[in-house]
């Protein structure tokens, strides 16, 4: 495997880009190709089976630009399609679950752990599971929050509306005595500031928020770093994107997740079949 | 056909449940079939290639019921695919668009019509395209509103938050000067009280709501009667339900979409394939 090769990054939409958004930031050096199966977003309504059938196109396409390492920026698809991404494609992978329950289980003292997620990833028992997995005495609360992604989409991240959902959310997780929470969607980022500053207004005291987008950062940079696999140190770094519907219906909301203008960026549409 | 077989309906979801239950509110009579192909839904995001093969399927298997009539209970279906079922199934079939477009253009004095409806709808064009076809003269403003859906799924559906969002969706509605809105998604009634309060606090004064399924249900009643297809009256009529996913997930919200709890109802899951 080649140091200077790039990192490819997947989710099913543009949400990942707040992984990408956070490797840009931890890893400046490295070269990036994400790409955002924007034709068919949501995965999370779909069946274990095609999500995985989809998890294999995404991955061989990004595979084909002879990637050192996958990213897999998608709660759906790091619950169900891993093992199977593992199995077939000859480079190493970092999924987003197992970062963020491990980030969680690194902070929480009382060890009862909330996580806002998806109506799927609830579902799917993916953070109980990683978790369980860490320390079998860790609680999970997770609690699906269906109006988080849509009030990011809509950029409508601060302010009343915000707030009050916020709240809504985040009460019956205080209720359970949770002192840390997961963001357990690519997309909350995004929501940070207003879950961090409702969380300490309904608690009464600061809660340690887990990203798991920065703690999937975090997790790719540690395995560069023992593979040998970082890009050599002073290199400026790239990301290019490719999306699989129409690119120009992306921008607005692929900034807003970047955190920057998507002017400059290369954003290409692939076709998947 | 027979007038004592029973109506299809469906949706790719449970949203189609406002127009069952309008129909069932102005035809107490019928006997209704119900298909929301829960496991795929939204719709909104798919090709239009795709919806019409789900389409397909779900018209085909009502039809196999001896249906006398079949309502498609979806904006994005009735976007795209009702010439091709109009051609393949041997039955009169009413969709959402058309009567909700035709209630607007009577309603409407200045020729300013609004439209809330889901993003996938407004890329559609599928109103502005329904109403130019009845009156070229009127103005269609239509407005993705990507919040509703899951404020009506979560029950969210009066208070501070569905009030502040209702805002400022209709804000820019109001800033062009419409004097009809057309709740153009079938989630949409269960927000009706409120759009309609905040509609009038904006404006200062009443502006008409058309609830597009009762307009369907209406469309449906005319059909029928013209026919001769109505059932016999005095009929006590009956809706029994069909899933594609498992059923146990939708009670609660299929019971918000009713207006009555689901209990005493058949909900059974279907293969689609």
Redesign the interface.
């Known amino acids: 495997m080649d140091s200077a090769a790039a990192i490819g990054v997947f989710d099913s939409g543009l949400g990942g880009l707040t992984v990408a958004r956070a490797i840009r930031e931890a890893l400046p050096a490295e070269r990036l190709v994400y790409l955002g199966d924007t034709?068919?977003?949501?995965y999370g309504?779909r069946?274990a089976q095609t999500v995985i059938r989809y998890a294999r196109g995404c991955g061989s396409l990004l595979a084909r630009h002879g990637i050192k390492a996958l990213v897999v920026a998608c709660n759906t698809v790091s619950a169900v399609a891993l093992d199977v991404l593992r199995v077939e494609l000859d480079v190493p992978i970092v999924g987003v679950v197992e970062p963020g329950a491990r980030a969680a289980a690194a902070v929480t003292r009382s060890g009862r752990v909330g996580v806002l997620a998806t109506a799927g990833t609830v579902a799917s028992g993916a953070y109980p599971r990683a978790l369980a997995a860490i320390d079998p005495r860790i609680e999970v609360f997770a609690r699906a929050a269906?109006?988080l992604v849509?009030?990011c989409?809509?950029g409508?991240t601060s302010g009343?509306?915000p707030r009050?959902?916020a709240r809504?959310y985040l009460e019956p997780l205080v209720a359970c005595g949770i002192d840390t929470l997961v963001l357990g969607c690519t997309h909350y980022p995004l929501l940070r500031d207003t879950l961090e500053r409702e969380l300490c207004a309904i608690v009464g005291a600061p809660v340690p928020l887990v990203d798991g987008s920065r703690a999937t950062a975090e997790s790719l940079a540690r395995l560069l770093s023992e593979r040998s696999l970082a890009a050599p140190p002073g290199g400026c770094g790239s990301l290019e994107l490719f999306v699989t519907d129409l690119p120009d219906r992306f921008t607005e909301v692929a900034a807003r997740f970047l955190g920057r203008p998507v002017e400059g960026l290369q954003v290409r549409q692939v076709d998947l079949g």
Do not use: G
């Open positions: 034709a068919r977003v949501p309504t069946s269906p109006l849509p009030l989409e809509e409508w009343e509306v009050l959902v809504r």
